[in-house]
């Protein structure tokens, strides 16, 4: 069975990065699409940014385009998130998924075979 463990989160002031990784065991990743999803307080769950199995596309959501870029190295069944330009609107916990990932358009928790467990990331001064 997949089992995915995310890791980097923290505080982190406005304008700093970060960056999470989702690492997984039990299964190979790179047989996956792997998806990243925040759920900030008070607010709906959002996908932010996915990869394909292989890395040949990804897909990130027009409130961290620019700012996150997603990445992985199946070598070491991991996959990253890098984020840049953080902004307090970016507190929440990250969670990872192993599924789908559309190519456009937004990205849904359809077809999730795994979730992680979380990663707080606080963005204050």
């Known amino acids: 069975q997949l089992q995915l463990v995310e890791s980097g989160g923290g505080l982190v002031h406005p304008g700093g990065s970060l960056r999470l990784s989702c690492t997984a065991s039990?299964?190979?990743?790179?047989?996956?699409?792997v998806a990243w999803f925040r759920q900030a307080p008070g607010r709906a769950q959002e996908g932010i940014a996915c990869?394909?199995?292989?890395?040949?596309?990804?897909n990130h959501a027009s409130s961290v385009k620019g700012r996150f870029t997603i990445s992985r190295d199946n070598a070491l069944n991991t996959v990253y998130l890098q984020m840049n330009s953080l902004e307090a609107e970016d507190t929440g916990v990250y969670y990872c998924?192993?599924?789908?990932?559309?190519?456009?358009?937004?990205?849904?928790?359809?077809?999730?075979?795994?979730w992680g467990r979380g990663t707080q990331v606080t963005v204050s001064s």
């Open positions: 998924t192993a599924g789908g990932c559309p190519q456009t358009g937004r990205i849904l928790p359809i077809g999730i075979d795994s």
């Open positions: 039990g299964l190979s990743l790179s047989n996956y699409a």
């Open positions: 990869i394909s199995r292989s890395g040949a596309y990804t």
